[in-house]
Each structure stands twice: as C-alpha cells, then as structure tokens.
C-alpha cells in the first residue's frame, strides 16, 4: 500500500490533470472576445481537451499494460505541460485548440497510468477505499479547474492558470513517477483487438461499462443544462449565483473514499443501487421551483453519482487479475460515451419540453446503474486480499 506521502501526491497529481480539463470553461466570454470567435468556437477549447482523451485511452491503456507507468507519465506530464504553457503563450486560437487537443491526448497517460498502478498494486479492501480516493481526486480537479481562471485570477488573465496548472503538474509527476514501483513484471506480448473486444464483452467490464455510460450521461446531461434552466424564468438567477451553485461539487470529495468504505461493508453493487435511487430522487427533485430544494437536489445529483462512479471503478479493479490498464481505459471510454450521448439526447429533450425533458432522459439513464448493481450484488464477492 502507497504511504501516506505517496498517496497526497497522487491525488495532488489526478487533481492536476482533471484541472487542466476544465481551466477554460469559465473563461469561455473572455476567449471569445480575446480571439474574435464565436462561442461554439470558443468552447472547442474544452471540447478539442475530451476529443483527444477519447482518442488515446485505450492506447495508452494498452502501453500501461505492457511497459512501466513512470516512463509513461513522465513523459505525458512533460508534454502537457509544454502544450500547457504554449496555450498561455499563443496568440493564435487554431494553436491554442491544437495544444489544448495535445494535452486531451496525453492526460490519459497520467490518469489511466495512475489506476492500472493502483490496481497492480493494493489488496483488494485497500483498493476500493483507492479508487473512491482517486474520484475524489477528479472532482477535486474539475472544480480546481473551473475554479481557478475565474475566480483564483482575474479571468481576463487567464493565462496565468495555465502556466500554475502546468508548473503544478510537472513537478507532482516528477515527484510521483519514480515512487511507482511495480510489483510483478509487465507483459509484453502481443496485444490484438480480440483480445480487446474479450475483455469489453467479461461480465466486471460489462457492468462497470454500463454503471459508467448510465451515472456519467445523467450526471453530465443535469449539469450541462442547468444554467440554461436557472438563467431563465420561473428561476432567474444571475451567472455568479449559477457559478457559485457549482461548489457542491465538493460533496464529490467526501462521497469517493466513503463509496469505497461502504462498498466493503455492504458491496459495491448496492453501493451502486443505493447511489441510482438517490441520483433519480435528486432529478425529481430539481423540478421543485424552490431554492431549497434546488440546493438540496445539487449536493444529491453528486452525492449519487459519485458513490456510483466510486463504487464502479472500485468493483471492476477488485475483480482484475490482469490487463488493468485497458480495462480502466474501456471503463473511462464508456464514461464520457455516456455523458456525449446524454447531453446530445438531452439537447433534443430540452429544445421541446425544456427541463421535464432534460429529467426524463436523466432519471432513464440511472436505470443503468441501478441494473448494473443489482447484478453485481447477485455476485459472489472477490478474495479481500
């Protein structure tokens, strides 16, 4: 098991990675006007981020499996952070697009690097407790990084936080790498797509790909739409209200390590339930017109979905007893598959019955997760080594 040291690191160095997501999006406006874009061109420089993570996850879940993590990430944090500081230098709005595509493309290096390692590694008790750390990790760098242009700088220098993202991340990974022993030689064989679509298609994939797609598409499709909903009437709230309703983002923190304590004691697949109950409850609840209950349906909506990420992630890597790399990789592939079709249906939804639509295909995607608990918690639970 990491020490405690280690631990900090890796979370400090998961936080760095997701911050570097999401260091645009509250500064959309300003780039907009900076850059002389449109705002659908203005946002390519969040969505350029997810399109080069699509594209490398499976390969370099691939490369985790055959060669070591610190050669990996250090050279994935090496490039990050070059394209990083190239974003905060550029005058050029195609440069700073292809960058942030560059950085989307080797953020997996870190992130799937750092789960396969945790998952070769820990006894399967201290694994699940890992793995809803490492979520608390991500939602720490999602809200860092939406967070940090616009409210640690003033958003018209923006700039600077890619320059403290990417110093950030440099040196947490120099420190952590080399701290990456690895327990049992990598394989090195021939990997082939079979062997791939093998893996898709074994029941822990299966399921923890279906828990990801359903809790990340409701999750992501309820957020996506919010501002519209509450900039409007009957809601009317000003933009820095909205902004401010993001920091419940922070019961994500609390709710991975817990996830991970609770799926020990009762089982990950009623983790998964109980957090398909809660997340349905929670959309149900955001057609209250009241502020109260829009507070409480916000700190639910995360409660929910993270205990349903935390309880996924942490079930498939109690099961794996190899190629963890590509099945975290699939794991993450599924999940943000999730979130593009929930907020493409969620769009169509919106623009014809407003926000009952938006909860309509949200609660109907929880229907996964709650599926995908309920078949795990009929499985005879893994060694607890």
């Known amino acids: 098991m990491p020490d405690r040291t280690l631990s900090v690191l890796i979370f400090v160095l998961v936080t760095c990675a997701f911050a570097t997501i999401y260091i645009t999006q509250p500064v959309l406006p300003i780039l907009e006007a900076q850059f002389a874009v ?7 420089s969040v969505s350029a981020v997810i399109v080069g993570m699509a594209v490398t996850t499976l390969p370099i879940g691939v490369l985790v499996d055959r ?10 944090a090496c490039v990050t952070a070059a394209a990083g500081a190239l974003c905060a230098a550029t005058t050029s709005f195609p440069a700073l697009v292809a960058m942030r595509a560059l950085q989307g493309a080797f953020i997996p290096s870190l992130t799937t ?10 006894p399967a008790r201290a694994l699940n407790v890992a793995m809803g750390t490492y979520v608390s990790a991500t939602v720490a760098g999602g809200l860092g990084g939406r967070l940090l242009a616009g409210w640690a700088f003033p958003p018209a220098h923006w700039r600077y936080a890619f320059v403290t993202v990417a110093g950030a991340l440099l040196v947490v990974t120099l420190l952590v790498a080399p701290r990456l022993v690895e327990p ?3 394989s090195t ?4 797509s079979t062997s791939l679509v093998r893996l898709a298609v074994r029941r822990e994939q299966v399921l923890a790909q279906i828990a990801a797609f359903g809790a990340f598409g409701a999750f992501s499709t309820a957020f996506n739409y919010f501002p519209f909903y509450l900039s409007r009437p009957p809601w009317a709230l000003s933009t ?7 920091l419940v983002y922070i019961a994500g923190l609390f709710m991975g390590p817990f996830a991970g304590r609770l799926g020990n004691r009762f089982g990950n697949g009623a983790v998964m339930i109980a957090g398909a109950i809660v997340l349905a409850c929670a959309l149900t609840l955001s057609l209250v017109v009241a502020v109260p209950a829009l507070i409480a349906s916000l700190i639910c909506l995360c409660i929910g979905f993270f205990a ?13 007893s190899g190629e963890r790399g590509k099945a975290n990789a699939l794991y993450t592939l599924f999940y943000y598959l999730g979130g593009a079709a929930g907020i493409g249906l969620g769009g169509e939804l919106y623009a014809r019955f407003g926000w009952p639509g938006i909860v309509g295909v949200s609660v109907t995607m929880t229907l996964l997760p709650l599926a995908a608990g309920a078949v795990e918690s009929c499985r005879p639970a ?3 080594g």
């Open 38 to 44: 449109g705002p659908s061109a203005a946002s390519l």
């Open 240 to 246: 820095p209200t909205i902004t401010a309703l993001y």
């Open 189 to 192: 064989g021939p990997v082939s």
């Open 67 to 76: 060669y070591p993590a610190r050669g990996l990430m250090i050279t994935g």
């Open 113 to 122: 690097c750092v789960a396969a390692w945790l998952s070769r590694t820990l």
């Open 308 to 320: 349903i990420h935390a309880a996924a992630v942490g079930a498939l890597n109690r099961r794996l």
């Open 382 to 384: 893994p060694p607890s």
């Open 184 to 186: 049992a030689r990598i």
